[in-house]
C-alpha cells in the first residue's frame, strides 16, 4: 500500500456546515477496524453519518479516531504505509474536502509533539502551551480541564504519576507522585467539573485520588476492593460523564 485514501460518496451530512458548526464535545466518534468511522450525536445517540477509510487485505486496520479542536478535522490512527500490518501513523482529513493525509508518525516518536490529544479533541500544541514542555505521556492519558485552564498527563513509567500544567501561567510544570506504591500499577484519569480523578491499580487492588488544580502533594488515596465476579482491576478504566464518575470494565486493547 502506498497510501490511504477514502472512498469516494462519504456521505453528505459530514462535510456540511451544520455539522462543522457543532461542539466537538457533544459528538462521539467510533472507529471499526475494517476502516469505517461513525459520528454519533452524544445527546441523542444517533448516528449523524459515517465515512470508510479504503485498506488493505489483511492490514492493521484503524486504531483510533478524534476530532480537532475547531471540528474541521478529523485525525484517525491508521495502517503505516510501507507495511500495512504495522500500526500506527496519524492521518488527518479535511471534512470539507475529504481529503487525507499523514501528519504524524508512530506514537512516541517526535512527529506527535506538534499535537495535543486530549480526551478524543486534537489541540495544536503551541496554542496551549508555548514551546509543548510535554514529552514521553501517550496522547490518551493528556487530559485538558473543562474551563482549559489546566492540562495533567497520567503516566506509569517508573510508578504512577501526574504530571500538571498550569496553562495560566505559559505551561508550569509540576509531577505529583502517590507515595508508598510497589510493584506495578496502570493508571488513568479523567475530570469532573473542576476536579480531577486518579485512578490506580493492581492485581492485589486499586485506589482513587481526589486533585484539586494547584495541589503539591498526594495522600494516601481512597482503596478500591474488587466486585466479585469482575475482571482484575487493572482492566478497568475511568471516565466521566452527567456529573458522575464511572469506573469501567475494558474488554480488549491491540497490541502489535
Given at each position: 500500500m502506498k497510501r490511504a485514501f477514502l472512498t469516494l460518496g462519504l456521505f453528505a451530512l459530514i462535510g456540511s456546515s451544520p455539522f462543522q458548526a457543532q461542539d466537538p464535545r457533544n459528538v462521539i466518534l467510533a472507529a471499526r477496524r475494517s476502516g469505517d468511522v461513525e459520528f454519533i450525536d452524544s445527546q441523542t445517540l444517533?448516528?449523524?453519518?459515517?465515512?470508510?477509510?479504503?485498506?488493505?487485505?489483511?492490514?492493521?486496520?484503524?486504531?483510533?479516531?478524534?476530532?480537532?479542536?475547531?471540528?474541521?478535522?478529523?485525525?484517525?490512527?491508521?495502517?503505516?504505509?510501507?507495511?500495512?500490518?504495522?500500526?500506527?501513523?496519524?492521518?488527518?482529513?479535511?471534512?470539507?474536502?475529504?481529503?487525507?493525509?499523514?501528519?504524524?508518525?508512530?506514537?512516541?516518536?517526535?512527529?506527535?509533539?506538534?499535537?495535543?490529544?486530549?480526551?478524543?479533541?486534537?489541540?495544536?500544541?503551541?496554542?496551549?502551551?508555548?514551546?509543548?514542555?510535554?514529552?514521553?505521556?501517550?496522547?490518551n492519558l493528556l487530559h485538558l480541564s473543562p474551563g482549559g485552564q489546566w492540562l495533567f498527563g497520567v503516566k506509569s513509567f517508573r510508578g504512577p504519576a501526574i504530571e500538571t500544567y498550569d496553562l495560566t501561567r505559559g505551561?508550569?510544570?509540576?509531577?505529583?507522585r502517590p507515595v508508598g506504591l510497589t510493584g506495578d500499577w496502570w493508571p488513568t484519569g479523567a475530570w469532573l467539573g473542576g476536579l480531577f480523578y486518579l485512578n490506580v491499580r493492581s492485581d492485589s487492588g486499586g485506589r482513587l485520588w481526589t486533585v484539586t488544580p494547584g495541589t503539591i502533594q498526594l495522600d494516601a488515596g481512597v482503596p478500591l476492593t474488587q466486585p466479585n465476579g469482575c475482571s482484575p482491576l487493572r482492566s478497568v478504566e475511568i471516565t466521566a460523564a452527567g456529573g458522575k464518575l464511572f469506573l469501567y470494565e475494558t474488554f480488549g486493547f491491540k497490541v502489535d
Open positions: 444517533q448516528t449523524l453519518g459515517s465515512m470508510h477509510f479504503s485498506l488493505p487485505v489483511p492490514t492493521s486496520g484503524l486504531n483510533g479516531v478524534s476530532l480537532g479542536a475547531d471540528g474541521s478535522t478529523v485525525f484517525v490512527d491508521g495502517p503505516m504505509p510501507s507495511d500495512p500490518h504495522s500500526c500506527c501513523v496519524l492521518y488527518a482529513v479535511d471534512l470539507a474536502t475529504f481529503q487525507a493525509k499523514i501528519v504524524a508518525s508512530i506514537p512516541g516518536t517526535a512527529s506527535r509533539d506538534s499535537l495535543i490529544r486530549s480526551d478524543g479533541i486534537v489541540y495544536p500544541a503551541a496554542r496551549l502551551i508555548p514551546g509543548n514542555p510535554i514529552r514521553r505521556i501517550s496522547d505551561g508550569a510544570h509540576q509531577e505529583l
